[in-house]
Each structure stands twice: as structure tokens, then as C-alpha cells.
């Protein structure tokens, strides 16, 4: 029984979003391509542990949905064009060359990134569809309500469904405006499986970043000479090359400078470190980086030094106040702060810290690096009550047992 709920959860990871790309593809329709995805998902939790798994458990999901979307669409029956229904059910016709990619996710997700969606409705929207998170998993990672979020799902589908917001990869001309949202949702989905929001999953999720970097590297196929992709692209690798030293054995998260880093993905690492250099020599001959390339650069330089202590704070520090000129945000600042303090010392850091607690407030993140800063300078009650603080806000299971262990060990 272990092994079938093993499979399921795998083929959830695996194939949800092949599903409902392909769904949609064939039916134009992203409500009746979930539903009709989840209920082949809910059939499997019934079939499997009786029937056994099946020789290709995609395959399938792929024609249980359909089957489950074509008996939806003929209980409806409110279609006005009854041939174009027939056609749709038999689906005889070979399907329409559309877009420069051949690939059902990579159109599902301009799709769902299409600029008539608000950029958290994009988000969202590609969390579900594309990630197969939940709607509790994306209201946490959105600090809002699960029925606020349903809300905002709900809406975002029969929107695309109502201005018949067309389910293809841009023409060569109208990429360059719509790629930016397209690669910051996609940061956002890589960021969701590096470390996840919510309490009930996986703390590290691969199948989240690894479905984030293929995509990211079908766009840079497509767009061979954007900055921002191969920025994207290095920053997704050199990231994702510390993944399986970033949870202890106990499930604790392991802070950057108590890392294994002889365990960390080497091929990765010389990929991200190749097309950093790269934008670099773009940048040499005058064209001005973007964020995506200066955060690759920073975690260029931390994943270059054999060890902490060999860390070139200086250059992070340099490249932080460059990008803190093109995205001022107080997240980036958060960030910024860290460096400083390795640099001028924990006090002048925790100045900068401070100054961020109007719009950081309830940011976990803001209240742990307070707290390791406390901590460094001394200040153990002040650093536990802040540890406290990051403890009730942060989700992710392996963050909290990280905090609550470095909290413990303060007198």
C-alpha cells in the first residue's frame, strides 16, 4: 500500500502538469483541464491499490482525464457548436502548429502569464496549473486565505476562458515584451521547490525547481541573446547545485557556511559559472545587466570559494549595490545587510536591518537575520525573542527546526 501511495504522490509530481497541459491543448479550456485532471488523480487513490500501477502511470492520467473531460463536457451540454464539440471529443484533427516551441507546458505557462492577469494572478495561476501546488500551498506562500486564493484562481481561469486569451508560445515579435512576466513567475515556482512555504510537504522540492529550469531553458532556446534568461538560467543552477547539501539527515536546514560543499553538483555549478561569464563579457562591452544576471553573479562568487572563510564579501557587497540600483527592494536591502555585516561587522549590518522593519515585519527571513545579528553582538534575549518571531512565521518545516535549534542554543 506504501509503494501505491509512493507512485501516486511521484506521478502528482511528475505528470500533473503534463496533464493539464495536454487537457488544455486539447480542449481550450484550463477549468475543465483541472478538474478533469484532478479527478483522474482522485481515480488513481481508488484504482491503484487494487488494480496495481499501471505499466505507465502518465499515460494513464492522461487518459483517464480525458476521458473524465469528455463525459464533462457531454453532461454540460451547453455548447451552441455542436461540431466543434464532436471534434473536440474525437479529436481527429492533427493539432495546429502553435508558437516556435513545440511543448504543451511551455504554452501553458505563457497562458497563464498572459499581462491581462495582475502579476499575482499570474503567479498563482502558474503555481496551480503549471507547479500542481495547492491552494493552501499557494495562499501560504501568498500570505493570504485559502478562499481568498480560490477566489483569485477561480477568476484568473474564467477570464482567459471569457476574452479567449489564446493558449500558445508568442509570436518572434511579441516575446521580448512578454518573456519578463513569464521569468518571474518562473523564478517564483523555483523558489517555491528551494525552499517550500508550507508545513505539509517536502521542505526542498526537486520536482518544483527541475520543472522551473527545464522551462527556463526551453525560453532560452528561444530566446538565444536575452540577458535575463541565461541570468535566470545560472542563478536556477547554481542554486539548485547546493540543493541535497541544504537539509541534514534529520530534516534541519543547513545554513549556507556549515554547508558540505564538496557535495554540491559540480557540472551545475560549471554550467551557472559559463553563462555567467558570458553576461559578463556582455556587460564589458556595455550591456547593462539585469537582476536575474547580478544575483547569478552573487551566487557565482559564493559557490567559487572552497569555503566560507574564502568568500570574496567585497565583490558580493559591490554587486548588491548595483542591484539595489535597479530593484530597490527592502528584501534586496535584507539581503544586502548580510554582506555588510561580514564586511564593517554585525552592528553597522543591524542598523541597515532595522530600518527595514516597517515593510518587513512580517517577513520571517527579516526577523532571523535580526536574530543572527543579536546573537553575534551578544544580545541573547533580544536574539531569542526575534528567533521567536521568525519561528511563528516561517512554514517550511526544516527552516523552523533550523531556528528553533539555533535559538536553543543561545544562554
Known amino acids: 500500500m506504501s509503494e501505491v501511495r509512493e507512485a501516486i504522490t511521484r506521478a502528482h509530481h511528475d505528470e500533473w502538469a503534463r496533464v493539464v497541459a495536454a487537457l488544455t491543448r486539447r480542449f481550450g479550456d484550463l477549468g475543465i483541464a483541472e478538474d478533469s485532471a484532478a479527478e483522474a488523480f482522485a481515480t488513481a487513490v481508488e484504482r491503484w491499490p487494487a488494480d496495481g500501477i499501471p505499466p505507465n502511470p502518465g499515460a494513464w492520467l492522461t487518459t483517464t482525464a480525458n476521458h473524465k473531460a469528455i463525459d464533462r463536457i457531454r453532461r454540460e451540454n451547453k455548447r451552441d457548436d455542436k461540431h466543434r464539440e464532436a471534434r473536440m471529443v474525437h479529436d481527429d484533427d492533427p493539432p495546429e502548429p502553435l508558437g516556435a516551441i513545440d511543448d504543451d507546458r511551455l504554452r501553458l505557462i505563457f497562458t497563464c502569464c498572459h499581462p491581462a492577469l495582475a502579476m499575482e494572478t499570474r503567479a498563482a495561476l502558474t503555481l496551480r496549473m503549471v507547479g500542481g501546488l495547492t491552494v493552501p500551498e499557494i495562499a501560504r506562500a501568498f500570505l493570504v486565505t485559502e478562499s481568498a486564493m480560490g477566489r483569485r484562481i477561480t477568476r484568473a481561469k474564467d477570464k482567459i476562458k471569457a476574452a479567449r486569451i489564446p493558449y500558445r508560445v508568442p509570436s518572434a515579435d511579441d516575446l521580448p515584451a512578454r518573456v519578463s512576466g513569464v521569468l518571474a513567475v518562473l523564478f517564483l515556482v523555483f523558489n517555491e521547490g528551494y525552499l517550500a512555504t508550507g ?11 527541475a520543472e522551473a529550469i527545464r522551462l527556463t531553458r526551453l525560453i532560452r532556446d528561444l530566446l538565444p541573446d536575452d540577458g ?48 555567467v561569464r558570458e553576461r559578463l563579457a556582455a556587460a564589458a562591452a556595455g550591456i547593462a545587466p539585469g537582476r536575474y544576471q547580478i544575483l547569478a553573479a552573487i551566487n557565482a562568487v559564493h559557490t567559487s570559494a572552497r569555503d566560507m572563510r574564502d568568500t570574496d564579501w567585497s565583490q558580493i557587497l559591490a554587486l548588491y549595490d548595483q542591484l539595489v540600483r535597479i ?51 551578544g544580545r541573547s534575549q533580544q536574539s531569542r525573542a526575534a528567533y521567536d518571531k521568525a519561528i511563528d ?19
Not at 199 to 209: A, I, Q, S, Y
Not at 250 to 270: F, M, Y
Not at 330 to 357: F, S
Not at 398 to 410: G, K, S, V, W
Open 228 to 275: 535575463e534568461v541565461a541570468g535566470l538560467l545560472a542563478l536556477m543552477l547554481l542554486t539548485e547545485s547546493r540543493r541535497t547539501a541544504r537539509v541534514s539527515a534529520g530534516g534541519e536546514l543547513v545554513a549556507l557556511d556549515e554547508q558540505d560543499r564538496g557535495s554540491w553538483d559540480a557540472a551545475l555549478i560549471a554550467e551557472g559559472h559559463r553563462l
Open 199 to 209: 508545513p505539509d510537504t517536502d521542505p526542498v522540492r526537486h520536482d518544483l525547481t
Open 327 to 377: 530593484d530597490p527592494s527592502p528584501i534586496i536591502a535584507l539581503n544586502r545587510a548580510v554582506a555588510v555585516a561580514e564586511l564593517d561587522g554585525p552592528e553597522v549590518a543591524l542598523a541597515t536591518v532595522d530600518r527595514l522593519e516597517p515593510t518587513l515585519s512580517g517577513y520571517h527571513a527579516y526577523h532571523a537575520t535580526r536574530a543572527d545579528l543579536l546573537r553575534r553582538l
Open 393 to 411: 512565521l516561517a512554514g517550511n518545516t526544516a527552516e523552523t527546526a533550523y531556528l528553533t535549534h539555533r535559538r536553543d542554543q543561545l544562554r
